[in-house]
């Protein structure tokens, strides 16, 4: 292959990243199934390469269909997951930070473009689809494929890809809450970390809505609450709780999934990623991600700092 088909078809990998990322909820496997993807491309003979009208299809119907398997693989994985799974987080692309130490910008091709598809709430509803649903759904109603591609790579009829679709816009729709602008979602949450730092129990309350729920994914490899907490009051006791245990942590105020979030550092060292959903200005869901293998793309991840005490 000559150097511009090469760079045709590297050109792809960003928007592979992009789809891989949504239909898996993790930028290290979306990283896998892109990198899979292109070494099915390369064991091709040039002959085959150049009988491929549009490599770009190609690629994308091939990743997709690895990530197809590998959702389904991965609901056997995540009944063994200790405590709740929750979609790794991923931070502003000019916050991007790539590898365990001497943290270096990663390669524009692997940010995947932040917008409402990746923010948590809506990456939590995804993880409630089946793994054809997701796919179908991912698919048409956030890429525009139409449904007679979707079909040949989720091996079904586009009558049945399209019931698929629709079963999951009704998931979307029972879960969606109202949009907070962005400006009054970052403010929610600035208070919630003035309230939380100052150990302010009425004041959280006052923050979180009566049935916010709280859910902490550790995978067994840091400390962390196994189950959900339910109940805004229930939340706010254990936020205290957690400042009075680890008062030597730094807070941060960066973008999560394309929302205002918090982070939690320890020595410069990201431990935990927050992710908010809020409706009506209370905060509904909070999703601290503490698994250390999915903050990789956190590491080293610099900004404005304040004391605080945080899991």
Not at 146 to 151: H, T
Request: include cysteine; charged fraction near 20%; aromatic fraction near 6%.
């Amino acid at each position: 292959m000559n150097s511009s088909g090469l760079s045709a078809i590297m050109s792809e990998r960003r928007q592979l990243i992009n789809v891989a990322y949504r239909l898996l909820g993790s930028l290290a496997d979306a990283e896998d199934a892109v990198q899979e993807a292109y070494t099915r491309w390369y064991a091709m003979t040039p002959q085959q390469q150049e009988a491929i009208e549009s490599p770009g299809a190609w690629l994308t119907t091939v990743a997709s269909r690895i990530c197809l398997n590998m959702l389904t693989s991965a609901r056997a994985r995540r009944e063994r997951y200790v405590g709740e799974w929750i979609p790794e987080p991923l931070p502003e692309p000019t916050e991007w930070i790539s590898g365990q130490s001497g943290a270096t910008a990663a390669d524009p091709a692997d940010r995947v473009t932040l917008d409402e598809s990746v923010n948590m709430a809506f990456l939590v509803v995804l993880e409630s689809m089946t793994p054809a649903e997701r796919v179908a759904f991912i698919l048409h109603d956030v890429f525009r494929y139409p449904f007679a591609e979707v079909a040949e790579i989720v091996g079904r009829t586009p009558a049945a890809c399209r019931q698929l679709a629709t079963s999951a816009r009704r998931r979307i729709r029972a879960a969606q809450t109202p949009a907070t602008p962005t400006a009054r979602h970052a403010d929610i949450v600035r208070d919630f970390k003035a309230a939380w730092e100052a150990k302010d129990i009425d004041a959280l309350i006052g923050l979180l809505d009566p049935n916010a729920t709280s859910v902490a994914d550790s995978g067994g490899l840091a400390i962390a609450f196994l189950d959900p907490i339910h109940g805004g009051e229930q939340v706010a006791r254990a936020s205290v709780e957690i400042a009075h245990a680890a008062p030597h942590l730094t807070l941060l105020e960066l973008t999560v999934n394309g929302q205002a979030g918090l982070i939690a550092q320890h020595n410069g060292v990201t431990v935990t990623v927050y992710a908010f959903d809020i409706a009506g200005d209370r905060i509904k869901h909070i999703w601290a991600i503490r698994n250390p293998e999915k903050l990789r793309p956190w590491t080293g991840t610099t900004r404005q700092t304040s004391t605080l005490a945080a899991p």
